[in-house]
């Protein structure tokens, strides 16, 4: 059963830092793109960053470039994006997710609040 579990999100402050983490199970993760998407209230579901396998290459939505950045460890089966410099913008519910033969497959996501 694949499985995709999301943490490290919160309440932090403008300008702050967090570092969210997707641990994963059931598939073969070293051999999948993954991906990070958000969604805020009100909002489309939006792709923030994705990672390739092997040696991997990054790709960032706009509202992600030079703030985020996107990382894997394939021995540990486990994604990660380091946010810095949050706005209130970046408040949202963050998604882990990776498409797998004919489906994507999500996380149930975590909770990030940018707030004063």
């Known amino acids: 059963q694949v499985q995709l579990v999301e943490s490290g999100g919160g309440l932090v402050m403008p300008g702050g830092s967090l570092r969210l983490s997707c641990a994963t199970s059931g598939f073969g993760f070293r051999h999948y793109v993954m991906s990070w998407y958000r969604q805020a209230p009100g909002k489309e579901r939006e792709l923030i960053a994705e990672i390739g396998s092997g040696n991997p290459w990054k790709n960032y939505g706009a509202d992600a470039k030079g703030r985020f950045t996107i990382s894997r460890d394939n021995a540990k089966n486990s994604l990660y994006l380091q946010m810095n410099n949050l706005k209130p913008e970046d408040t949202a519910v963050y998604y882990c997710?990776?498409?797998?033969?004919?489906?994507?497959?999500w996380g149930q996501g975590t909770q990030v609040t940018v707030s004063s």
């Open positions: 997710s990776v498409f797998l033969d004919t489906r994507r497959v």
